[in-house]
């Protein structure tokens, strides 16, 4: 089971931190990636990390401003979003992959957590 929680709204400019707390996993062989979905648009992929390696992959339109981690101890993966802009305002999903190349595709991922929303305001 995957937990999302950390949105909520902040003003453009601003940060956040998304946490997605993973149980009955074993995250050594697995993939988390963050997706979001903004309204009116389809589901995208926004960043994803390899567990046992740290490799990781983000979007374009995030490159610079977003940064994926995990915390073994804590079987927790982390979003920290930076310089948010309105256009970030979606709701954030976590997801996990069986797999150990990290991947951007949505059918790729097994397991996914409820959303969290993020509303960035102007």
């Known amino acids: 089971q995957l937990q999302a929680s950390g949105g909520g709204l902040v003003q453009a400019g601003g940060s956040l931190r998304l946490s997605c707390a993973a149980s009955g996993l074993t995250f050594v062989t697995y993939t988390m990636g963050w997706f979001r979905q903004a309204p009116g648009k389809e589901r995208e992929f926004v960043a994803a990390i390899n567990w046992s390696s740290g490799v990781t992959s983000y979007a374009d339109s995030v490159k610079g401003r977003i940064t994926i981690s995990r915390d073994n101890a804590k079987n927790t993966v982390y979003l920290q979003m930076n310089s948010l802009k309105p256009e970030d305002t979606a709701v954030y999903y976590c997801?996990?992959?069986?797999?150990?190349?990290?991947?951007?595709?949505?059918?790729?991922?097994?397991?996914w957590g409820q959303g969290t929303l993020v509303t960035v305001s102007s």
């Open positions: 997801a996990a992959d069986l797999g150990t190349v990290v991947v951007t595709t949505q059918m790729s991922y097994d397991y």
